[in-house]
């Protein structure tokens, strides 16, 4: 389907090629600030043409509310939003119809919407979808200030380029670096790997970690929507996100158990841990430490190397070599999209547990 969320919900709308992508945010009571101007910087940090790494398409995305707003609040109906799609080329997908790309979901797609399928520059599966989710995230991050509740995303590992050391608590601390690898010497290091993955035709993965950090204690609810659910249900739903992992992750599978608890302490009349394996989460309810949470970004599916495929008319061996604009490290616009919706999961967990 097209929406998430509890207590507020989230609909897209739209596709790469349309005239229009856009959102509707429902459950949203009157009264709360709308920031323009700041939801803007984050779309600004998401769009395309940024720098050699993103891809050349044109677009201003630049967001424009419909509804559910009056004089800068929401005014209780659901806050609506568009956003125009510019430079668009269909011609670039005429041999991708019939010749459905290794890794990406042109066959998925035929073999759900048939001949009706909106294939045109991915459809409704492509990253130009994200556009919404930065919108609704940008302006939960803004709601999440009154409980000075800071989230921080950026890329932990790419080409076989990692850094280990923590993040500073500055949601805009990422965005000075060419890669969000927030490292200097690394930084360079990922951004000339990815010139020279470019130079190939080829694309580059990785792996993007998330702290939210001022998470209070006892938000999250028991078996379905456990922090854990909510927070892997949105991000499955941005496009090339592959896998997720909390706290240490799939390292707890080889710890022993005295290895893999967090020992408490108190410390100015709150309980906290000396260490964070957990991720900050515990049966499926945030315990006070950062909640952490590191995911894999795949390749970009659309890369200019030729590759075996099936033409879906004559079920016969084929060859694709994609044309068009795409982008050949989508991680770095990848990064804005998971924060954002990093946002929007912790401020429908709060308003699950209270009003605002």
């Not at 609909?11 to 803007?40: C, K, M, N, R, W």
């Not at 269909?90 to 399928?117: C, I, Q, S, V």
């Not at 923590?166 to 805009?172: A, L, S």
Request: proline share 6%; charged share 25%; hydrophobic share 35%.
């Amino acid at each position: 389907m097209f929406s998430l969320g509890n207590e507020i919900k989230l609909t897209v709308f739209g596709s790469s090629h349309g005239p229009y992508i856009g959102g509707t945010v429902d459950g949203l009571p009157a009264g709360l600030a709308i920031d323009q101007e700041f939801i803007q910087k984050w779309l600004d940090r998401r769009k395309p043409g940024q720098s050699l790494i993103t891809t050349p398409r044109n677009e201003d995305d630049k967001i424009e509310i419909i509804g559910g707003s009056r004089k800068g609040f929401t005014d209780g109906s659901p806050l609506a939003f568009i956003f125009k799609n510019k430079d668009y080329i269909d011609k670039h997908y005429d041999d991708l119809r019939d010749n459905p790309r290794p890794g990406h979901a042109d066959l998925t797609m035929f073999y759900k919407y048939g001949e009706y399928r909106n294939y045109e520059g991915g459809g409704f599966f492509s990253g130009r979808m994200t556009m919404p989710l930065v919108a609704a995230g940008a302006f939960a991050m803004g709601v999440l200030k009154r409980y000075n509740i800071k989230i921080v995303t950026y890329i932990k590992s790419a080409g076989g380029i990692s850094i280990d050391n923590e993040p500073q608590e500055d949601e805009d601390y990422v965005y000075g670096f060419s890669t969000r690898m927030p490292d200097r010497e690394k930084d360079s290091l990922l951004y000339n790997k990815i010139l020279e993955s470019i130079k190939n035709g080829d694309s580059m993965g990785s792996v993007i970690s998330t702290h939210i950090y001022n998470v209070p204690p006892g938000i999250g609810e028991p078996f379905f929507n456990s922090v854990e659910s909510e927070i892997s249900r949105a991000m499955f739903s941005i496009p090339g996100l592959k896998a997720i992992e909390f706290g240490s992750g799939f390292k707890l599978g080889n710890m022993y158990g005295s290895e893999a608890n967090d020992e408490f302490y108190a410390e100015n009349g709150k309980i906290l841990s000396r260490t964070n394996n957990s991720g900050g989460v515990l049966g499926g309810i945030t315990n006070g430490m950062p909640v952490v949470f590191n995911i894999a970004m795949k390749p970009t599916s659309s890369i200019r190397i030729p590759q075996k495929t099936v033409n879906l008319k004559s079920m016969e061996p084929s060859e694709v070599q994609v044309k068009g604009r795409h982008d050949p490290f989508i991680s770095f616009r990848a990064v804005p999209v998971i924060q954002a919706m990093a946002a929007f999961v912790m401020l429908d967990l709060i308003m699950c547990r209270k009003s605002l």
